[in-house]
């Protein structure tokens, strides 16, 4: 289900499950991408990767199927936050953030001390912009 009202695309990108909450995966506005946060969570068999470093991994790849799915990619990314539940998991996290973004590295903020369900370590969102260059 994609949807436009006006000039803002409220987006639902294949390849990954349909949100339970009431938000879509992406909304496209003016050109930017506002991508709603991902969690460390396989999307074909729905389960939650084990750790810090596989979760960040796995979130960063749902954010990768996401912004393709909108015609961007992470070196588009403008920004990003990363919810962490565990602040002295922050060197571990941040490892697998600079391994997955590569060269590429977009303003970002870290919130540590996050209250998760049971599990879950890490969710981040980005910001993007639409054209890849």
Do not use: W
Not at 72 to 99: C, G, I, K, N, W
Request: aromatic content about 6%.
């Amino acid at each position: 289900m994609n949807e436009s009202i006006g000039s803002v695309e409220r987006v639902l990108v294949a390849g990954l499950p349909i949100p339970k909450g009431a938000y879509v995966h992406a909304t496209v506005h003016r050109g930017i991408v506002y991508c709603s946060g991902q969690l460390g969570i396989d999307p074909v068999s729905g389960e939650m990767a084990a750790g810090v470093a596989a979760q960040t991994r796995r979130a960063i790849q749902n954010l990768e199927i996401v912004l393709s799915g909108v015609g961007s990619d992470l070196t588009q990314v403008l920004r990003a936050m990363v919810y962490l539940r565990d602040p002295s998991a922050f060197a571990e996290m941040d490892a697998t953030y600079a391994e997955m973004f590569g060269d590429h590295r977009p303003a970002r903020t870290t919130l540590p001390g996050i209250g998760f369900r049971v599990g879950v370590e890490v969710e981040i969102d980005v910001t993007a912009a639409l054209e890849v260059s």
